[in-house]
C-alpha cells in the first residue's frame, strides 16, 4: 500500500504564494508521473500540473508562469510553487501519483492524497 500526505494549503491573499508538497511512502519501487490536481467547489477535478520521472512537465494553461512543479525522485516527493495567485485558484489540491509500482514488471497503480485546501481571497 502506498501513502501521499499533501502539506501547505492555507488562505493567502491575492497576488501571494504558498507552497505545497506531497510525500509518498510504502511499497514503492518506482513512480511514474507525480502531479497535482484539484477541484472547487461545483466543478470537476482537473489537471494543475504533472512532472515524469524523467523531469518532463505538463501545466494547465491557467497556470502557466505562475506556478512550477518540481519533484525529487530519490524521496518520492513532489511540490508545487504557487506564485501570483488568483481567486480562481481557491479549491482542494490533490496530489497524485500514476503509474506506482511495487518491483520491477509488477502491475502499476494509482494513488490520490487527501486533499490540501487553498483559498485566495482577500
Known amino acids: 500500500q502506498v501513502q501521499l500526505v499533501e502539506s501547505g494549503g492555507g488562505l493567502v491573499q491575492p497576488g501571494g504564494s504558498l507552497r505545497l508538497s506531497c510525500a509518498a511512502s510504502?511499497?514503492?519501487?518506482?513512480?511514474?508521473?507525480m502531479g497535482w490536481y484539484r477541484q472547487a467547489p461545483g466543478k470537476q477535478r482537473e489537471l494543475v500540473a504533472a512532472?515524469?520521472?524523467?523531469?518532463?512537465?505538463n501545466y494547465a494553461d491557467s497556470v502557466k508562469g505562475r506556478f512550477t512543479i518540481s519533484r525529487e525522485n530519490a524521496k518520492n516527493t513532489v511540490s508545487l510553487q504557487m506564485n501570483s495567485l488568483k481567486p480562481e485558484d481557491t479549491a482542494v489540491y490533490y496530489c497524485?501519483?500514476?503509474?506506482?509500482?511495487?518491483?520491477?514488471?509488477?502491475?502499476?497503480?494509482?494513488?490520490w492524497g487527501q486533499g490540501t485546501q487553498v483559498t485566495v481571497s482577500s
Open positions: 510504502g511499497s514503492i519501487f518506482s513512480i511514474n508521473a
Open positions: 497524485n501519483a500514476d503509474n506506482v509500482k511495487a518491483g520491477w514488471g509488477t502491475r502499476g497503480y494509482r494513488y
Open positions: 512532472i515524469t520521472s524523467g523531469g518532463s512537465t
